[in-house]
């Protein structure tokens, strides 16, 4: 399974946590890892979040609110 096969299958779940702003796929082609976008860093978030998807590391940033123009 690819990194963006992975997170297509965990999309929806992820993005229905409260603060989770955006996900996609980063890291290298080498070391590919799933990234997820969250408005602020909070303890309780960061604990509720998997620290890995189908295998691929998880790396959590602070966005900040995504807002479309």
Do not use: C, D, W
């Not at 993005?15 to 996609?24: D, L, R, T």
């Amino acid at each position: 399974m690819s990194p963006q096969q992975a997170l297509e299958q965990h999309q929806e779940q992820l993005m229905s946590i409260p603060g989770v702003e955006g996900v996609g796929v980063g890291g290298s082609e080498v070391h590919p890892e799933i990234i997820i976008m969250v408005r602020q860093h909070r303890t309780e978030m960061a604990n509720a979040l998997p620290k890995q998807l189908n295998g691929y590391p998880v790396r959590v940033e602070v966005s900040g609110e995504i807002t479309a123009f």
